[in-house]
């Protein structure tokens, strides 16, 4: 059975159940995002042929962003974002908030390519994570698992003069 | 082959560290058996998304980039064989040399680059190159899903996007008849070298008479 069928079966067990109880309507397949290393799988979002609107909590899943009073945020940095009526970056649909991750993605100018037939998003760097790397030429951070599945962050290696090299078995 | 040089600069500076990242959409099966082989002992990543290249704006393999103990850049963008390969034909035994001497002398080495050098020598991507990242990023997905025909369709648009990458080229090709190092790679190598441009970012390599 490939993952993909297997999504699309549950995703339409959902919509099932959610049917009765609310009239809003449902994307009727799982969605996929990929971002950095993650593949965070999405329950419910809106029906959107070319914009990505997930629950706030699942903002977070994503890209670490949270929905606050004052905006979207990641640590110090807050996209002001109205939530007291809709708005291109927000909208409120039978009580719950959704939020337009791809609308944010365009306002960091971060680019992204989906595949709506199986609604697979994939998000690339947040430029803002690399500014410092193209004016201060400081080494930007990373995650990625080490063969044991350990993470590890170059951040981990600060006091030690670190080569960092590419190769490839191919 | 960095393990020997990593050992013996490691016993005369042990805050010195390798980070070595496998750039392998086929992840531990491509990647493991040249480490286990190679019986390392410093950081080995296996980079299944080709992340660091991508947040680095490297194209190729191997490339270097030192970090230092405040995580400052001192050098970026450059071909880094540790030894030359095929009688001379790839690669060069300079870098070893360099790299040693600034881990020796840190930021007094002449190797050792300065803020506007670092920044110049950052490879510079174009928007539509930035898109690249998640368009391969997307096909690996598919790739590890055993979707071929999606992963094709992605790694295709990943090297229109950008067709500067060699990385993108050749992951491709390896599953493709030919592999990575064939026919088609071949031809795309000499079509930019005969139009003056190189395979490899240029190692340009300080002369330190006056170290």
């Known amino acids: 059975m490939s993952p993909i069928s297997g999504k699309h079966a549950l995703g339409f067990c959902l919509a099932l159940g959610l049917a009765g109880a609310s009239a809003t ?13 993650r593949v965070v799988e999405i329950e419910q979002t809106l029906p959107d042929a070319s914009e990505l609107w997930v629950k706030p909590e699942d903002l977070t899943r994503i890209n670490d962003f949270e929905l606050k009073p ?29 939020f337009n991750v791809t609308g944010l993605a365009d306002r ?27 004016r201060g ?16 962050r170059l951040s981990d290696y600060r006091g030690k003069k670190v080569l960092l090299l590419t190769w490839a078995s191919w | 082959m960095w393990q020997s040089i990593y050992e013996e600069i490691q016993a005369e500076y042990p805050d010195f560290e390798i980070i070595s990242a496998a750039q392998d959409t086929g992840g531990e099966a491509d990647a493991g058996p040249i480490i286990d082989a190679a ?5 080995a990543l296996i980079d299944v998304n080709h992340h660091i290249s991508a947040l680095y704006n490297l194209v190729n393999v191997p490339s270097g980039v030192w970090i230092d103990e405040e995580g400052r850049i001192a050098r970026i963008n450059e071909g880094t064989y540790a030894t030359t390969h095929f009688n001379g034909a790839i690669g060069t035994d300079e870098y070893t040399p360099i790299v040693r001497d600034w881990v020796a002398n840190g930021w007094d080495s002449v190797h050792a680059w300065d803020q506007d050098r670092v920044e110049e020598s950052i490879f510079e991507r174009t ?29 295709t648009l990943a090297q229109e996007l950008d067709p500067t990458s060699w990385n993108y080229l050749r992951q491709d090709l390896n599953y493709e008849e030919g592999g990575s190092a064939g026919p088609a790679w071949q031809q795309r190598r000499q079509e930019i070298e005969s139009a003056g441009g190189s395979y490899y970012a240029p190692l340009e390599i300080e002369n330190s008479d006056n170290d």
């Not at chain 1, 309507?25 to 290393?37: D, F, G, P």
């Not at chain 1, 004052?70 to 959704?98: F, H, K, N």
């Not at chain 2, 930035?130 to 992963?151: I, V």
Request: charged share 25%; with cysteine; hydrophobic share 35%.
């Open chain 1, 25 to 37: 309507a449902l994307a009727q397949q799982n969605t996929v995002v990929l971002y950095k290393e």
């Open chain 2, 39 to 43: 019986n390392v002992t410093y950081t």
């Open chain 1, 108 to 134: 960091l100018q971060q680019a992204w390519v989906a595949d709506y037939e199986d609604g697979v998003w994939s998000f690339g760097m947040m430029p803002l994570e690399r500014q410092s790397f193209f």
């Open chain 1, 137 to 152: 030429g400081m080494a930007p951070d990373f995650e990625l698992p080490d063969r044991d599945g350990n993470i590890v």
């Open chain 1, 70 to 98: 004052q905006g979207a945020c990641l640590e110090d940095l807050c996209i002001p974002v109205l939530q007291d009526r809709d708005s291109d970056m927000y909208v409120t649909r039978g009580g719950q908030g959704w």
């Open chain 2, 127 to 155: 928007p539509e190159a930035e898109r690249a990242q998640p368009a391969f990023r997307l096909g690996s997905y598919y790739f590890n899903s055993d979707n071929d025909a999606k992963a094709e369709q992605y790694w």
